[in-house]
C-alpha cells in the first residue's frame, strides 16, 4: 500500500498547498514585456499546425514583441506547406525546414539561432495557447532568480477513450497539484516541453550540453525538457511552474502511442534518477535537502516497488505475488475514480477553460494504466536504455527537396 500513501502525500499535499496557501504561487510582474520567440518545432502536424499558429498570434501580447520561429524537422506530410503559408499571411512567422529529420532538440537549436527574443518559449506543433498564456510565463522572470518557466498542460480529447482520460488525470495532477511542493522551493525538476520558457542566456549556454549528452557513450535524443531543466537547476538558478498559464494538446488515443510515449518518458525519468544519485553531494550542496527529496523519493521508490514485486514470486510464492498485485491493481483504480471526481470539482477553479471528465468511472481503467506504467514500464525502460530514438516526433532520415 506504500504507492498509494505516497501518491496521496505528494498530490493531497500539493492539493492542499494550492487551494489554502499561495506558498507555491510564483512571483509575477505583468509589467516586464522583453521581446518573445515562439520556438515551434513541426513533425507531421499537417493542418493542426494552422491553429497552434493561430492561437499564439491571438494571445494578449504586443505584436511588435512577438515572433514564431516554426522549423519543418523533415515531415513526410504536407506540414512545411502549412507553416510557409502561416509566413506568407503574417510577418511574425518564419518558416524552414531541416534537409534531415534531427529530433526536437536539435530543431530547437536551430530555431534558436534565427530568433531574437530575450524570452524563449519552446512548444510542441499541437499546442493551442490560452490568451494570457505569454503574458503568464513572462510575467514569472520578474523573479531574477528565474531561470525558466512551465504552465498548466491540459487535454484537449479528454472523453476519447479510457488513454485519455488517464493522460488528462496524470497531466492535471501532476501540473495542478503535485510540482506545487516544488515549487515552494523553486525547484521544478521537469518543465514540460510542451511549454518551456527559458531565458535566452540560459539556453544558449546549456544548448550544447544537450545536445552532446551520452549515456554510456550511447547519443540521447529523448527527454531534452527533463535534462534541460536539469541543466538549469544546477546552474543555482530557480525553476518554477505557473499553473495559471494554460495550453492545450492532445492526448495518444491509441496503445501504442501512449506505450511509446510513457517508455520514452520513464527512460528519461530514470536516466535523470540515475545522474542526481551518482552526483547527490552537488545536487544537495546546490539545490538543498528538502527540495532535492521531492523528485528522489517519487522515482527512486517506483524503481525499488517493481523491484519488490518481482521478487515476491521467488520469496513468497506465486500465490502471495498475485495477491499483491491485485490488491496494488485494484486500489490504483479505485483512487483514480476519486481523482476524476475530484477534477470535476476543482477544475473550474484552477483551470478553467479545461474539458470535464464525461465518466468519472472510467478513470478506472486510467488507474490500471497508471499502474501498468509504474510497474511494466519501468521494468521495460530499465531494460532499454540502449534505445536511443527520439519516439513520437522522429521519422525516417531522408533529403528534402528545397
Request: hydrophobic fraction near 45%; charged fraction near 20%; aromatic fraction near 10%.
Amino acid at each position: 500500500m506504500f504507492p498509494i500513501l505516497l501518491v496521496l502525500f505528494m498530490f493531497g499535499g500539493g492539493l492542499l498547498v494550492r487551494l489554502t496557501t499561495r506558498t507555491a504561487e510564483p512571483l509575477r510582474d505583468y509589467a516586464y514585456t522583453p521581446m518573445v520567440s515562439i520556438l515551434l518545432p513541426v513533425f507531421n502536424e499537417g493542418a493542426h499546425v494552422m491553429e497552434t499558429i493561430g492561437s499564439i498570434l491571438r494571445c494578449d501580447w504586443p505584436a511588435d514583441k512577438l515572433e514564431i520561429i516554426a522549423i519543418d524537422d523533415c515531415s513526410s506530410d504536407d506540414s512545411f506547406d502549412y507553416i510557409a503559408q502561416a509566413q506568407s499571411r503574417c510577418p511574425q512567422v518564419k518558416a524552414s525546414r531541416n534537409d534531415t529529420n534531427c529530433g526536437k532538440h536539435v530543431t530547437l537549436a536551430r530555431a534558436l539561432k534565427q530568433s531574437r527574443g530575450e524570452v524563449l518559449i519552446c512548444i510542441d506543433s499541437d499546442c493551442i495557447f490560452d490568451k494570457a498564456v505569454i503574458r503568464e510565463l513572462v510575467a514569472c522572470f520578474a523573479d531574477p532568480e528565474v531561470g525558466a518557466v512551465g504552465g498548466n498542460i491540459g487535454i484537449t480529447n479528454v472523453n476519447d477513450n479510457a488513454f485519455t482520460v488517464c493522460q488528462a488525470l496524470v497531466y492535471y495532477m501532476s501540473f495542478q497539484v503535485g510540482k506545487m511542493l516544488q515549487n515552494i522551493h523553486g525547484r521544478v525538476f521537469c518543465i514540460s516541453g510542451c511549454l518551456f520558457a527559458v531565458r535566452r542566456p540560459l539556453f544558449e549556454e546549456v544548448e550544447s550540453e544537450i545536445k552532446n549528452r551520452n549515456w554510456f557513450g550511447m547519443q540521447v535524443r529523448d527527454g531534452e525538457d527533463r535534462y534541460m531543466t536539469h541543466a538549469i537547476l544546477m546552474r543555482g538558478w530557480k525553476t518554477k511552474v505557473n499553473p495559471h498559464a494554460h495550453c492545450w494538446t492532445a492526448a495518444p488515443t491509441k496503445m501504442k502511442q501512449l506505450f511509446s510515449q510513457q517508455i520514452r518518458w520513464r527512460r528519461s525519468g530514470l536516466r535523470d534518477l540515475f545522474w542526481t544519485w551518482a552526483r547527490l553531494p552537488r545536487h544537495i550542496a546546490v539545490m538543498g535537502l528538502p527540495a532535492l527529496l521531492t523528485a528522489l523519493v517519487p522515482e527512486t521508490f517506483t524503481v525499488l516497488w517493481s523491484l519488490f514485486i518481482l521478487s515476491t514470486v521467488p520469496v513468497f510464492g506465486v500465490a502471495a505475488a498475485v495477491g499483491t498485485v491485485v490488491t496494488a491493481f485494484l486500489t490504483f483504480c479505485a483512487v483514480f475514480v476519486v481523482a476524476a471526481l475530484g477534477y470535476n470539482l476543482s477544475i473550474d477553479r484552477l483551470a478553467p477553460g479545461s474539458i470535464r471528465i464525461r465518466y468519472p468511472v472510467v478513470a478506472a481503467g486510467a488507474g490500471a494504466w497508471f499502474f501498468m506504467d509504474s510497474l511494466l514500464i519501468t521494468l521495460i525502460a530499465l531494460s532499454t536504455f540502449d534505445v536511443g530514438a527520439w519516439g513520437t516526433r522522429e521519422g525516417t532520415p531522408k533529403k528534402q527537396s528545397a
